[in-house]
């Protein structure tokens, strides 16, 4: 399964118009991100609060991730502030995978924020946490906190906000989003041969592991007539009909 680095921002010093700051409300936005993830199988590593934007990227650079995604709120220049509204979601200008995983939050973003015809991506030669990751990256500039409009939809909608984050994520890898559960024990129920885990919902997939009947394993999330589960240390998808849970 795939693994994300996720990089809500740490800028404890840019303040929201209504109270508040940038570094409390995109962490408080990734803390309902995380969820979603644990749900549908997908690995993360989250940056610390204290590590400047430039520690992030040398600490993801220095693992393996499939993509590094960084949550951020945005304000209008000197002398415009509370003018501007929207949401913009900026990628490596050269980066073909940055750039379609852009698109796919933007589209996301389009669904929930109340004026989709401001929401836009933006290419980017000098924005550090997209052009020097080593993953495909995108920073996301949700809303402008010195805009009261957008300051209170994002406090007032985190929870819409991460699903579509979330879903971003998802769909940027081709899989499914499960909601959020709790883990549930279970156990594999055949009556002959071996429940299969796959890499992804489907039947033609590949199968990273196979569970001997009885076998206990641990259902993360549902989508369709799949589950999320986990086997020891393998993490993918196994039919639902096939699981007792516990």
Request: glycine share 8%.
């Amino acid at each position: 399964m795939p693994i994300v680095y996720l990089s809500p921002s740490t800028q404890e010093n840019n303040y929201y118009v209504t109270g508040g700051t940038e570094e409390q409300y995109m962490n408080l936005l990734c803390d309902q991100v995380i969820p979603y993830l644990d749900a549908s199988g997908i690995a993360y590593t989250r940056n610390d609060r204290t590590l400047s934007a430039g520690d992030a990227i040398r600490q993801a650079n220095a693992g393996y991730y499939d993509l590094y995604v960084a949550l951020h709120s945005n304000a209008a220049p000197e002398g415009q502030y509370g003018t501007k509204r929207g949401c913009e979601v900026y990628y490596y200008q050269f980066g073909q995978n940055s750039r379609r995983a852009a698109r796919i939050f933007a589209d996301k973003l389009k669904t929930v924020y109340p004026l989709p015809q401001n929401v836009r991506t933006v290419p980017s030669t000098t924005l550090g946490e997209v052009t020097r990751s080593r993953a495909p990256a995108v920073l996301l500039e949700i809303g402008f906190h010195d805009n009261i409009s957008d300051a209170n939809w994002i406090k007032n909608h985190l929870s819409a906000i991460a699903a579509a984050v979330a879903g971003g994520i998802l769909q940027y890898f081709g899989l499914p989003l499960a909601q959020p559960q709790q883990p549930q024990a279970a156990r594999a129920a055949l009556s002959y041969g071996t429940l299969n885990i796959r890499a992804r919902p489907d039947t033609g997939s590949r199968i990273l592991a196979s569970v001997p009947n009885g076998g206990r394993l641990t259902v993360l999330g549902v989508t369709g007539n799949w589950y999320v589960v986990r086997y020891g240390s393998v993490t993918g998808y196994a039919a639902s009909r096939y699981v007792n849970l516990l």
